[in-house]
C-alpha cells in the first residue's frame, strides 16, 4: 500500500471571469451602482485620513459622452499608492475591507462589472504626495476571445496577466482620486449613454442626500419630535455629492407629495427594528398622508413612471434591490401592501450584508432575524395604518352622502313650500343614519391606547383635515353652502404649511454676505437670462447649470 498522497493545487478557470465580468448583473445600469460604492468606500477612507475635511467634499462624477460611447466615473477618495495598485487591480476577490462599519463594498470583485459592457475598460488613479499614477487598461474583446476558446484552459489570473496592460505616467502630489472609464461602449447598452436615465436611476440608488425641501421640512422636523438616536443614525447616513454633466448634486427623488397620488406628507414616522440581544438592526421612516390610494405605478396627471414608490431597503445608503424588494405577500400581508408608501429602511448592522449582486441580504442568521422584524413591523403598524384610514374615509364619505341626501330633501320641500309624510319620514330616518354616522367617524377618530405611533399620526391627520372643513364653513356662515365638496378632496396648500426652501435662493445670499451686494446683482441677472431659455431646455439642467455657477463663486469666495 502507498502511503503518500500527491499534492493537487487547485486552480480557478477562467470560466470565472466570464460570471465576475459579463453575467453578474442582469441590469446594466447597475455599473454606476457598484463604482459609485467602491467610490464611496474611498472617500470615507479620505475622511478618516483627513484627506477631506468633511463628507460634503466627497464627490463622484460622472462624464457621459455619448458621441464617442464612452463614460467616465471619478471620486476625489484615497486613490490606490502606486505600489499597490498594480496588484490591487488585478487581483480578485482580495479586497483589503474588512471593517464593514464604514464600508459598502466588501467582495473585492465590483471594479470588474464594467468589462461586459465595453470594449476597453481602465482604471487611473493617483495617491496623495505621490508624484506617480497609475493606469490599468483591459482588452475586453482580447478578454472575449480568450474565454469563448474552448481549447484554452488557462487559469483566471493567467488571463487577466494576458488581457491587461499595467502603466504609470506624471502626476501632480496633491491629488488623490481613481478613475475608471469605458471606452466604446456595446450599442445594445445604449441606456448608460442616455444621461437623463443615469441621472433617474442614481437618484433611486446612490448614497446621496435628500433634496433641501425633504430635509428641511420634513426629515429635520420628524429627527426633532423623535428619539434622539435617529439624529445620529441620520447623521452617519452616506450622504456624498454625485454629478453627471447635466445634473449637477444629485438628490434623491422624494417631495412634500406623494408622486402619483398628490397625498400631501404631514410628517415622517421614524422607526427602528431591534433584537433583544443585538440591539438596532436598522431604521427608517415613511411617509404619514391620509392614504387616498395605492401609489400607482404611473402619475394619472404627468403620465411619468412614479419613481419614489415603496418602501426602499439601503444599505450603507445604497438601495438593495428595486422599488418591489418588498411587494406581494412575502412582507406584507395584502398584495398592495407596499405600493400606499415612501419610505426608506437603513440597516445599520454591521453584519447584515448585501448579496454580491445587491438584489437581496446574505442569509445569516441577523439578516433573517431583521426580515422577521420588518414583516412584523409591516403587518402590526404599516398595513394598519392603510386600513385604518381607508376606514375613515369610509365613515366620512357616508356622513357627507347622509348630508347631501339631508339637503336635497329639505331643499325641495323648501322650494314647493310643502313636506309630505313619505319625505319627512325619509327625512328623520335620515337624520338617525347621520348621527350614527357622526357617531361612528368619531370614534374612529379618537385615539386608543392600543394604536401604534403610526395610526396615531394617520388619525391626526384626518381630524385636522375635518377641523380645517369646519373652519372653512364657520367662515361662509352667511352664504348658502351647497355640500358639494368632499373633505377628502380638500388640499392644505395654504393653510399652515412649513414654508419651502429655495436652495437657489440661498445660494444667493450667501454669494451676497461674502462678495457685496453687486456682485449678487450680476449674478442674478445672468441667472434671470438662463431662465429665458426654460422652454428649450430641460428645467433640471437649468438648474443644475444654476447651481455649477453659484457653487463655483461661493468656493472662490470663501
Not at 486552480?11 to 465580468?21: A, E, F, R
Not at 471619478?74 to 464593514?100: M, P
Not at 453584519?351 to 402590526?380: G, M, Q, Y
Request: charged share 30%; proline share 4%; hydrophobic share 30%.
Amino acid at each position: 500500500m502507498n502511503d503518500e498522497h500527491s499534492f493537487h493545487k487547485t486552480q480557478v478557470g477562467k470560466n470565472i471571469l466570464q460570471m465576475l465580468m459579463f453575467s453578474l448583473y442582469p441590469d446594466e445600469k447597475t455599473i454606476y451602482r457598484e463604482y459609485l460604492q467602491n467610490a464611496c468606500d474611498s472617500i470615507n477612507e479620505a475622511l478618516s485620513l483627513k484627506l477631506l475635511p468633511s463628507p460634503e467634499f466627497g464627490c463622484v462624477s460622472i462624464h457621459i459622452d455619448s458621441p464617442n460611447k464612452c463614460i467616465i466615473i471619478e471620486d476625489n477618495g484615497t486613490g490606490i499608492k502606486n505600489s499597490e495598485a498594480e496588484a490591487r487591480l488585478k487581483d480578485i476577490a482580495k479586497t483589503s475591507k474588512i471593517d464593514n462599519t464604514n464600508q459598502a463594498g466588501f467582495y473585492g470583485i465590483g471594479r470588474l462589472v464594467g468589462a461586459g459592457y465595453c470594449e476597453r475598460l481602465t482604471f487611473m488613479t493617483s495617491s496623495i504626495n505621490e508624484e506617480i499614477g497609475s493606469q490599468l487598461s483591459f482588452d475586453v474583446n482580447k478578454l472575449r476571445s480568450i474565454i469563448q476558446d474552448k481549447n484554452n484552459d488557462l487559469e483566471a489570473g493567467e488571463v487577466i496577466d494576458i488581457v491587461t496592460e499595467f502603466t504609470t505616467f506624471i502626476e501632480d502630489k496633491e491629488r488623490h482620486y481613481f478613475k475608471v472609464k469605458l471606452e466604446k461602449v456595446l450599442p445594445r447598452y445604449s441606456v448608460l449613454l442616455d444621461e437623463e436615465e443615469v441621472a433617474s436611476y442614481l437618484s433611486q440608488v446612490a448614497p446621496i442626500p435628500y433634496s433641501p425641501e425633504f430635509t428641511n421640512n420634513l426629515m429635520i422636523p420628524s429627527i426633532k419630535d423623535s428619539e434622539e438616536k435617529f439624529k445620529t443614525y441620520y447623521e452617519k447616513l452616506n450622504k456624498f455629492r454625485v454629478s453627471t454633466d447635466n445634473y449637477y448634486d444629485l438628490t434623491k427623488l422624494y417631495s412634500l407629495n406623494i408622486d402619483g397620488t398628490g397625498d400631501e406628507i404631514k410628517v415622517l414616522r421614524l422607526f427602528t427594528l431591534t433584537d433583544p440581544i443585538e440591539g438596532d438592526l436598522a431604521w427608517g421612516w415613511y411617509a404619514i398622508t391620509q392614504f387616498s390610494k395605492a401609489i400607482p405605478k404611473t402619475d394619472p396627471n404627468t403620465h411619468q413612471i412614479v419613481k419614489t414608490r415603496g418602501i426602499r431597503l439601503r444599505s450603507h445608503n445604497i438601495q438593495i434591490g428595486g422599488e418591489d424588494f418588498f411587494g406581494g405577500t412575502e412582507y406584507f400581508q395584502q398584495p398592495r401592501g407596499n405600493k400606499y408608501f415612501n419610505g426608506e429602511i437603513n440597516i445599520i448592522h454591521p453584519e447584515i450584508t448585501p448579496t454580491a449582486d445587491r438584489s437581496d441580504l446574505a442569509p445569516t442568521d441577523l439578516a433573517l432575524k431583521l426580515k422577521d422584524l420588518i414583516k412584523d413591523f409591516f403587518n402590526n403598524e404599516m398595513q394598519k395604518c392603510y386600513e385604518e384610514a381607508n376606514k375613515i374615509k369610509n365613515n366620512i364619505k357616508h356622513n357627507f352622502e347622509a348630508s347631501q341626501k339631508i339637503e336635497q330633501i329639505q331643499s325641495t320641500s323648501n322650494i314647493d313650500n310643502t313636506q309630505s309624510t313619505d319625505n319627512n319620514i325619509e327625512l328623520q330616518k335620515l337624520k338617525r343614519d347621520k348621527e350614527k354616522q357622526e357617531e361612528q367617524l368619531e370614534k374612529s377618530l379618537s385615539t386608543k391606547s392600543h394604536d401604534s405611533e403610526g395610526i396615531k399620526l394617520v388619525k391626526k391627520v384626518y381630524n385636522d383635515l375635518l377641523d380645517k372643513q369646519k373652519n372653512v364653513l364657520s367662515s361662509n356662515t352667511s352664504i348658502k353652502t351647497e355640500p358639494t365638496t368632499n373633505p377628502l378632496n380638500i388640499k392644505n396648500e395654504n393653510v399652515n404649511k412649513p414654508k419651502v426652501i429655495d436652495i437657489i435662493t440661498e445660494k444667493i445670499e450667501l454669494l451676497e454676505n461674502n462678495k457685496g451686494t453687486d456682485i449678487a446683482d450680476i449674478v442674478k441677472k445672468i441667472l434671470t437670462i438662463i431662465d429665458k431659455y426654460q422652454g428649450q431646455v430641460q428645467p433640471k439642467i437649468l438648474t443644475s447649470m444654476k447651481n455649477v455657477i453659484l457653487d463655483s463663486l461661493i468656493r472662490e469666495s470663501i
